[in-house]
Nanobody, 127 residues
C-alpha cells in the first residue's frame, strides 16, 4: 500500500512561484508513474502533469506548459511540481497520484487509472 503526502501548498501572488512535493511512505516512488492533478471548486479534477517511471518521460496539460516542471528525486523519494508564473486559474487543490504501470500520452490524465492518491494541498493565487 502506497501512502502519498503532498506539501508545499499555500498562497502565491499572480506571477509568483511555488513548488509542491509528493512523498510516499511505505514505498518508493521510483518504480511508479506519478502525476499531479488539481480540482477547483465546482470543476472536475484535471491532470496537470505526469512523470513516467522510466526514461523518465513527462507530460503537461497545455495551459501549464512552459510554466510548470515535474521532476523526481530518486535519492530522496519525492516528486516535485515546480510552478512559476502562477495565474488565477491555477488556484485549486492539488493532488498527487501514483500508477503502478507505464503511462502513455493518451491516458496520463485519466484520474480513474491511478492506484493511489494523496489528500491534496490547497494552492491559492491572489494579490
Amino acid at each position: 500500500q502506497v501512502q502519498l503526502v503532498e506539501s508545499g501548498g499555500g498562497l502565491v501572488q499572480p506571477g509568483g512561484s511555488l513548488t509542491l512535493s509528493c512523498a510516499a511512505t511505505g514505498h518508493t516512488l521510483d518504480y511508479v508513474a506519478v502525476a499531479w492533478f488539481r480540482q477547483a471548486p465546482g470543476k472536475e479534477r484535471e491532470g496537470v502533469s505526469c512523470i513516467d517511471r522510466e526514461d523518465p518521460t513527462t507530460w503537461y496539460r497545455s495551459s501549464v506548459k512552459g510554466r510548470f516542471t515535474i521532476t523526481r528525486d530518486s535519492a530522496n523519494n519525492p516528486v516535485y511540481l515546480q510552478m512559476t508564473d502562477r495565474k488565477p486559474d491555477d488556484a485549486a487543490v492539488y493532488f498527487c497520484a501514483a500508477y503502478d504501470g507505464r503511462v502513455y500520452s493518451y491516458m496520463w490524465d485519466q484520474h480513474e487509472r491511478y492506484d493511489w492518491w494523496g489528500q491534496g494541498t490547497q494552492v491559492t493565487v491572489s494579490s
